[in-house]
């Protein structure tokens, strides 16, 4: 009987190993955000922000933070940090965000808070926390994205979401 019990516990223990691992090959560990706006032309197109990272198992997270209006100039770039777990906020990623805009290279240090389904995208310096909950000062960069499936999200940061 003893047998039975310890084999079906090792059993048991494999395949949630497995499972695990296969969870991990399958992109468990990535979050993906994205929103749209209407871009205020009469065509209907809509300016789009898309947020996407993986997380390495040591913590460090990689991706894309590209936010592409329809009639403007696209800011494509990069993420690169770490994901942390802090007391009173949740989920916070501190990245190094480097983009192109314009033609020009650039690079802003970014803090990301993942609430439920949203992150909130905000510079290093240009907010207050009230009671745990992030108010922007005045930012050129400071975004709110829901949670979508990261299907849903463009990798190619040339593509325009409106053509």
């Given at each position: 009987?003893?047998r039975s019990i310890l084999l ?20 468990a560990d990535s979050y993906c ?13 809509q300016d789009v922000t898309e ?113």
């Amino acid at each position: 009987m003893s047998r039975s019990i310890l084999l079906i516990t090792v059993v048991l223990a494999a395949c949630q190993a497995e499972q695990k691992e296969t969870a991990r090959e399958s992109g468990a560990d990535s979050y993906c955000f994205r929103t749209t706006f209407p871009a205020g032309a009469p065509s209907g197109q809509q300016d789009v922000t898309e947020l996407r990272w993986e997380v390495a198992e040591d913590g460090s997270i990689s991706g894309i933070y590209n936010r592409i209006p329809a009639e403007k100039d696209s800011r494509t770039g990069t993420i690169t940090g770490k994901l942390e777990e802090e007391p009173i906020d949740g989920l916070v990623v501190h990245a190094t965000y480097k983009y192109q805009q314009e033609g020009t290279q650039s690079e802003e240090k970014i803090n990301i808070v993942v609430r439920e389904n949203q992150a909130i995208v905000l510079p290093v310096g240009e907010y207050v926390w009230v009671n745990g909950v992030a108010y922007p000062r005045e930012a050129a960069l400071n975004d709110t994205l829901r949670r979508v499936d990261c299907s849903e999200i463009t990798t190619a940061a040339s593509t325009r979401p409106n053509e």
